[in-house]
């Protein structure tokens, strides 16, 4: 099994920068993935962005803005979060799993997931 840890969340002003990490613990494999979801307050967890064996993907809300990187080596993944807006606040949870290339995007082709940690950003 694996364990993923997140860290990084807190306070920032719209227009600031976060860094959040993830690190997995356990057994990972080559093609084992990693994302980002997000959940707001009264709404379904979203897809962020993945990194997997086929490359990186973002959604729409997103693309240009943040941006997800792996450490193999480390088993970590980071997504750098930029120009951040009020609409970004959520608590951010990191997944690990095999998804196909069509279904990095949806919650369900993810087995592993940490906790979450809260990134709040203020207007």
């Known amino acids: 099994q694996v364990q993923l840890v997140e860290s990084g969340g807190g306070l920032v002003q719209a227009g600031g920068s976060l860094r959040l990490s993830c690190e997995a613990s356990?057994?990972?494999?080559?093609?084992?993935?990693m994302a980002w979801f997000r959940q707001a307050p009264g709404k379904e967890r979203e897809f962020v962005a993945a990194?997997?064996?086929?490359?990186?993907y973002y959604s729409d809300s997103v693309k240009g803005r943040h941006a997800i990187s792996r450490d193999s080596a480390k088993n970590t993944v980071y997504l750098q979060m930029n120009s951040l807006k009020t609409e970004d606040t959520a608590v951010y949870y990191c997944?690990?799993?095999?998804?196909?290339?069509?279904?990095?995007?949806?919650?369900?082709?993810?087995?592993?997931w940490g906790r979450g940690t809260q990134v709040t950003v203020s207007s």
């Open positions: 997944a690990g799993g095999r998804p196909s290339t069509r279904s990095v995007y949806y919650t369900t082709a993810y087995n592993d």
């Open positions: 356990g057994r990972t494999s080559a093609n084992y993935a």
């Open positions: 990194a997997s064996w086929s490359g990186t």
